[in-house]
């Protein structure tokens, strides 16, 4: 029997930058992934790095995304000294815009928001600065300028995560479905993939929107990370003139750049299962935004579509911690925040496997906040601070 001392089920953004982080503490590490490596949602984010709350149930995560944004420069210099390998990082700031009459005071709610969550923003005046991108359209009303978010290339930055993994002699396997986990007296000592059993002093589920319905551990799985499947369907342009230097986005939608000169569009958000495709409604929606953000993009070509399943939760928050079964720890649904959200994410399970604490503090995010009937009857002692 193989042995390990992390064995993580998923090697997505996620569960790569966990066992690049962990590997750097010479432990022996290994991923198993139901497929390659890296292609579900990661390979489909858009790669804006914003702390900012899309809604108000995302305001609970402002704390931890912006404390993830601090310590991208550091994760991202790690990546790439490591793997050799560029991941499009850039931070560059970002465009809110505003439509419609009631611009100026849905800008003055988000920047008071914003504000309030330690974010940096401004409001800016409609032709008041040079800031302003070239070619915004004409019915934007107000903006406000979020100077500190940047954005990173998620398949460049996958792709360099599981290198440098790789070269911190961490075994990634592909196409090796984990089917079961393996737990005896209220612990859990390895699991089962690709037929066969691995023993691991620690597993970490990172499976994204596939978390829950691990094989004959669902009965366990699903009552700690009850994610499902929520489609993003995307889109990429290739202007014919210009693309936008910064991110550009509004509540419906948003536009991406990329260093290649295209422009990454999106996005839906749609519960169709586990069904993976593009629809005219929802590339129509898409292009209605993008189109409305910056109109010089009417000529553009569509070189790309595709769509994701990112992992959604009941209360679209993630799942980050350890269970009351002893050597299983949950690190997933991160919904619409797995790229912006890995840094912090790997610097925690890190604390928790090594130091058995964390230095900031996540019991908000506990898989035992859905737990109707552990196993056990006994929580997990956290050591927090912060």
């Known amino acids: 029997m193989k042995t390990y001392d992390v064995a993580i089920i998923g090697a997505g953004v996620i569960g790569s930058s966990i066992a690049f982080e962990l590997a750097a503490e010479k432990l022996r590490v290994a991923v198993f992934d139901r497929q390659r490596p890296g292609q579900e949602a990661s390979w489909a984010a858009a790669g804006m790095l914003s702390p900012a709350p899309d809604s108000p149930r995302d305001i609970p995560l402002a704390p931890l995304s912006c404390e993830s944004l601090r310590l991208y420069p550091e994760f991202v210099a790690a990546v790439e000294e490591t793997s050799g390998r560029s991941v499009g990082y850039e931070r560059?700031?970002?465009?809110?815009?505003?439509f419609g009459a009631q611009a100026e005071d849905e800008c003055d709610r988000r920047v008071s928001q914003c504000k309030q969550l330690g974010i940096?923003?401004?409001?800016?005046?409609?032709?008041?600065?040079?800031?302003?991108?070239?070619?915004?359209?004409r019915q934007a009303r107000a903006a406000a300028w979020l100077p500190e978010e940047g954005r990173v290339e998620p398949r460049l930055l996958t792709k360099?995560?599981?290198?440098?993994?790789?070269?911190?002699?961490?075994?990634?396997?592909?196409?090796?479905?984990?089917?079961?986990?393996?737990?005896?007296?209220?612990r859990c000592i390895g699991l089962v993939a690709g037929g066969e059993e691995i023993s691991a002093g620690q597993v970490i589920v990172s499976a994204g929107c596939f978390s829950g319905q691990i094989g004959g551990s669902a009965q366990v799985l699903g009552r700690y990370a009850p994610t499902r499947p929520v489609r993003g369907q995307m889109l990429a342009l290739q202007p014919d003139e210009f693309s936008p230097k910064r991110v550009l986005r509004t509540e419906n939608g948003y536009l991406v750049p990329r260093r290649d000169g295209r422009v990454v569009a999106g996005s839906t958000s749609e519960d169709a299962g586990f069904e993976k495709r593009v629809t005219?409604?929802?590339?129509?929606?898409?292009?209605?935004?993008?189109?409305?953000?910056?109109?010089?993009?009417?000529?553009?070509?569509?070189?790309?579509?595709?769509?994701?399943l990112r992992p959604g939760t009941p209360d679209d928050l993630p799942i980050l911690g350890p269970l009351d079964i002893e050597g299983l720890l949950i690190a997933t649904g991160h919904y619409r925040?797995?790229?912006?959200?890995?840094?912090?994410?790997?610097?925690?399970v890190r604390e928790w496997v090594v130091l058995g604490r964390t230095s900031f503090s996540v019991e908000r995010f506990s898989p035992l906040r859905f737990a109707k009937h552990p196993l056990t009857g006994r929580r997990p002692v956290l050591s927090v601070g912060r």
């Open 92 to 98: 560059q700031g970002a465009f809110e815009l505003f």
């Open 120 to 137: 940096t923003i401004e409001a800016l005046a409609r032709g008041a600065t040079p800031d302003w991108e070239d070619g915004i359209g």
């Open 160 to 186: 360099a995560l599981l290198l440098a993994a790789r070269r911190r002699a961490v075994e990634v396997q592909g196409e090796c479905a984990v089917t079961d986990l393996l737990i005896q007296h209220d």
């Open 280 to 308: 005219p409604q929802g590339i129509n929606k898409i292009l209605d935004t993008a189109l409305k953000l910056l109109p010089s993009l009417s000529g553009a070509a569509i070189v790309e579509t595709w769509s994701g």
């Open 337 to 348: 925040n797995g790229i912006l959200l890995a840094a912090i994410t790997a610097k925690l």
